[in-house]
C-alpha cells in the first residue's frame, strides 16, 4: 500500500481522511500529545489492523478520540461529576480519562476491560475529521510497539511507511509526551501516566489524586495493572539507556569516568559544553521543562541507532511536566539510575 501524506492546513485533505477512517482505513493523525494512529474505534476490522501496523500485544486497549466532550454520553455506562469537571477545564487537552464502558465499544478496542478510556484531543485539524468520520477514533501512538512515541509527521513515516493508508501532517506535536490518563472508575481519582495535564493541576481541581506504581516503578509482567500498557517496555532505543543524577559537575564528572566509544549522551542543552567529545545530543533545555517533553522523543528516535551500546541520560527532578518526562525517560531506562555522587 502506499502511504499517502496529507496536510491538516487543506479542509479536502481532512475529508479524504476522514472518508478513509469511514472506511475502515488506517490513518496517522496530529494532536497536541504525539500522532495517533487511529481506525474507526467501533470497527473491529479497522481496530485489528493497528495492532498489526504496530506489532502491538492484544490485551493492551486503545484510548477513543471524540470531537467534542458530550460524546462520551455515547461510549460510557455511567460518567460521574468529577469527569464532567475534568472535561470542562482540561478538554479538549492532553487528558484521558477511564470510566466505564457501555457495550457499544467492540472488545478489540477496550481489549475486553469493562472500561473505555476517552480523549477529546486540542488539535483542531483531528478534531474535525473525527467529527466529518462521525466515529470515535480509536488511536495508540503512531510508533512501533516499544519504540519511541512519534512527535512529527516524518517519524510516523519512517516507522508506517507502507502500512498505513495515510498520514495528516500537522507538523511538529506541541506537547510532545502522551496524554495524562487518570482512572475515574474507582473510589478516588487515579493517575495511570503522567502528562500535559499535570498532578498539581489535577490535585487543585479535585483536591485529591492517587498514583498509580506503575507511574514510579517498574511493573513485572505478571502484575495485575490499571493500564495494560504501563508493563511493556517502553520508549526504548535499541542502545541500554543510563539515567544520571545528581548535580552538574558530579554527573559530568561520572560520564566522563564511565563514556567508551560508541556511547552517547542525552543532556540538556545548558549542559552541551560540559560533554564536547563525548557525541551529546540536547533535548531541551533544563530552565524550561516544556522543551524537554516537546524535544524527549525525537532525540530518543534520533540516538535509536544499534551501534551506540549505552546512553548516558540527564533527567529533570521535580512536578509539573517534568513529571512526566522523567516518568518516560526511566522508563526508557528500565529504570536503571545511577546516583552520579555515590557510585564510583
Ligand atoms: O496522548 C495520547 O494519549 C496518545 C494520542 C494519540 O492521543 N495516545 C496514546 O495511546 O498514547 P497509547 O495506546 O500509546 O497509550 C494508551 C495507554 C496504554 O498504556 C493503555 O494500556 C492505556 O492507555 N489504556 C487504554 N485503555 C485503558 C483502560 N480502559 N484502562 C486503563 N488503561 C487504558
Ligand atoms: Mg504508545
Known amino acids: 500500500m502506499t502511504t499517502k501524506l496529507l496536510s491538516a492546513q487543506k479542509p479536502e485533505d481532512l475529508s479524504l481522511a476522514a472518508e478513509l477512517l469511514r472506511r475502515g482505513g488506517l490513518v496517522a493523525l496530529p494532536t497536541e500529545t504525539v500522532y495517533g494512529l487511529g481506525a474507526n474505534g467501533l470497527d473491529e476490522a479497522a481496530v485489528a489492523k493497528i495492532f498489526a501496523a504496530k506489532g502491538r500485544p492484544q490485551d493492551n486497549p486503545l484510548i477513543l478520540h471524540i470531537s467534542q466532550p458530550d460524546e462520551m454520553t455515547r461510549f460510557c455506562r455511567s460518567i460521574p461529576q468529577t469527569a464532567w469537571l475534568l472535561a470542562e477545564h482540561f478538554w479538549p487537552g492532553p487528558l ?15 481489549a475486553g476491560l469493562d472500561t473505555v478510556a476517552v480523549r477529546c484531543p486540542e488539535t483542531a485539524a483531528t478534531r474535525q ?12 501512538s503512531a510508533n512501533l510497539s516499544g519504540k519511541p512515541s512519534t512527535t512529527t509527521a516524518g517519524h510516523v513515516l519512517h516507522d508506517m511507511d507502507g502500512k498505513i493508508d495515510a498520514i495528516v501532517d500537522g507538523g511538529p506535536c ?3 509526551v502522551e496524554s495524562t490518563i487518570v482512572d475515574l472508575t474507582g473510589r478516588r481519582p487515579r493517575l495511570l501516566r503522567p502528562g500535559g495535564i499535570t498532578p498539581e493541576m489535577l490535585q487543585g481541581l479535585l483536591g485529591q489524586l492517587d498514583i498509580d506504581k506503575a507511574v514510579v516503578a517498574q511493573i513485572s509482567d505478571d502484575t495485575v495493572v490499571h493500564a495494560p500498557g504501563m508493563k511493556y517496555k517502553h520508549y526504548a532505543p535499541a542502545a541500554d539507556v543510563v539515567i544520571v543524577s545528581g548535580s552538574r ?10 563514556w567508551q566509544a560508541p556511547n552517547a549522551v542525552l543532556c540538556f542543552e545548558e549542559e552541551l559544553p560540559l560533554y564536547g567529545g563525548l557525541n551529546p545530543t540536547a533535548y531541551g533545555r533544563q530552565a524550561e521543562p516544556e522543551t524537554l517533553s516537546a524535544g524527549l522523543f525525537a532525540a530518543l528516535r534520533k540516538l535509536d541507532d544499534s551501534a551506540i551500546g549505552t546512553i548516558f541520560a540527564r533527567c529533570p527532578e521535580g512536578g509539573g511536566i517534568a513529571y512526566a518526562v522523567q516518568n518516560r525517560l526511566r522508563k526508557s531506562a528500565g529504570f536503571h539510575i545511577v546516583d552520579a555522587a555515590r557510585t564510583p
Not at 559537575?249 to 564511565?258: G, K, L, V, W
Open 174 to 176: 506541541r506537547v510532545g
Open 96 to 110: 484521558t480519562m477511564v470510566l466505564p464502558v457501555k457495550d457499544t465499544v467492540p472488545k478489540r478496542t477496550t
Open 129 to 140: 475529521i473525527i467529527r466529518l468520520a462521525g466515529v470515535p477514533i480509536a488511536a495508540p
Open 249 to 258: 559537575e558530579d554527573a559530568a564528572a561520572y560520564i566522563r569516568r564511565h
